[in-house]
């Protein structure tokens, strides 16, 4: 089984600034690592992956995490964010090569103050 | 492509009822995925269904019961109504080949039982 933590449930950040939504993980086996976005009465998101490969990942919209397997890590980090940014956003695992059942994290409110 | 549709998006019950909540994935997928979503559980597993046949199960009691037609349209059910069962149910699809690890959710339906 897997779990995951996210450390922080709500990060208030000023606009232009960096932001990292912090994300830890446990499981005995391989894991396929994920971040979701959700906004307001809206469904998830996939904001960006880990299946294998380059252990950093980016999205289009300037995102990008990076995957520590020996700190059971995969933080969130942005350089710049925007006001369109603010949302709750959702690290999730999965068991690699079963990527259909998530295990979600408790989720990181965002919010991008002007 | 039409994203995934869940019906109906809003809905109150009292306790003792039942509900049912449907599914239409994107075309072509064949996997349909739900999931529970509160404030103090956050996003839990339901059950996955695959080519009509549930393929993984989550936690819940029997009264969550889900089923899946030829045409991988989903139902969800849930019998006898407790208060705690106020969420927001959140359907996802993935595409049929290889796994891609990206799930796609629709907006959710929000039951709210009294």
């Known amino acids: 089984a897997q779990s995951v933590t996210q450390l922080d449930s709500q990060v208030p950040v000023f606009e232009e600034a960096p932001v990292e939504l912090r994300c830890n993980y446990s499981?005995?086996?391989?894991?396929?690592l994920f971040w979701y976005v959700q906004y307001p009465n809206q469904g998830l998101q996939l904001l960006l992956k880990y299946l294998s490969g380059s252990t950093l990942v980016e999205s289009i919209n300037g995102f990008e995490a990076e995957f520590n397997k020996s700190q059971t890590s995969f933080h969130l980090r942005k350089p710049s964010v925007h006001i369109s940014d603010t949302a709750e956003y959702f690290c999730?695992?999965?068991?690699?090569?079963?990527?259909?059942?998530?295990?979600f994290g408790s989720g990181t409110q965002l919010t991008v103050l002007p | 492509k039409a994203g995934v549709t869940q019906t109906p998006r809003y809905l109150i019950k009292t306790r003792g009822q039942q509900v049912t909540l449907s599914c239409s994935p994107i075309?072509?997928?064949?996997?349909v995925s739900w999931y529970q979503q509160t404030p103090g559980q956050g996003l839990q597993f339901l059950f996955e269904y695959f080519s009509e046949t549930q393929r993984n199960k989550g936690n819940f009691p029997g009264r969550f019961s889900g089923r899946q037609f030829s045409n991988s349209r989903s139902e969800m059910n849930v019998s006898t109504l407790e208060l705690g069962d106020s969420a927001l149910y959140l359907c996802?699809?993935?595409?049929?080949?290889?796994?891609?690890?990206?799930?796609?959710f629709g907006e959710g339906s929000r039951l709210t039982v009294l």
């Open positions: 499981s005995s086996v391989s894991v396929y």
């Open positions: 999730a695992v999965s068991e690699a090569g079963s990527a259909r059942q998530l295990t």
């Open positions: 075309s072509g997928h064949r996997s």
């Open positions: 996802a699809s993935s595409h049929p080949t290889g796994d891609t690890g990206e799930l796609f």
